[in-house]
């Protein structure tokens, strides 16, 4: 059975809506989230970088629900954590030949626990600094849901995390009061 993945439209979201609690937990997202390629091993994943990432994701949680709450004026130590965590740089990606022939991505050196950090802390940079995308963030709409996603919709007027999940929920709850209430 494939476990159903939450994609808010940005990597920093992802993260926030699915932070890690274990070092196996953080790996298949690292590989889920596409930060690193499909087969990379992932031998030095441990605890420590599970909770540097958990760390990361209540950074990212507080920076935007406070952008969401109106509280424009970010400082402190989450900012100051995020900031130094993008300061690093990012994995360098290369294209190499797969076994097909076919060009594949590959990282040129082993991933490392900074690196992949400053990829995501990035990604939450241009997010937060980014006034068209800012204005696309929303909360879902759902009964006790707390995920942060982007509306990308047509008319703006998404509501849910997800239709399948949420909206589903939703719907099925209006459908009960109709006929039962």
Do not use: I, K
Not at 72 to 95: E, I
Not at 112 to 119: I, N, R, S, V
């Amino acid at each position: 059975m494939v476990a159903w993945r939450f994609h808010s439209g940005r990597l920093c979201l992802d993260l926030m809506a699915d932070p890690p609690s274990d070092a196996g937990r953080l790996a298949r997202w690292l590989h889920a989230a596409g930060l690193v390629p499909a087969g990379t091993p992932l031998d030095g994943v441990d605890a420590r970088w599970a909770e540097r990432f958990a760390e990361l994701a209540r950074d990212v949680d507080q920076l935007v629900r406070d952008q969401l709450a109106g509280h424009g004026r970010y400082a402190g130590p989450r900012l100051d954590h995020l900031n130094a965590l993008a300061a690093a740089p990012p994995p360098a990606p290369l294209a190499v030949r797969g076994e097909d022939g076919g060009l594949v991505r590959a990282l040129a050196v082993p991933p490392d626990c900074g690196a992949l950090l400053a990829a995501v802390a990035r990604d939450a940079v241009d997010l937060l600094t980014d006034p068209v995308t800012l204005s696309r963030l929303r909360q879902c709409a759902g009964e006790g849901c707390r995920r942060v996603y982007l509306d990308t919709s047509r008319g703006r007027r998404r509501r849910w995390c997800s239709s399948e999940m949420c909206g589903n929920r939703e719907r099925v709850a209006r459908h009960r009061a109709r006929t039962h209430g």
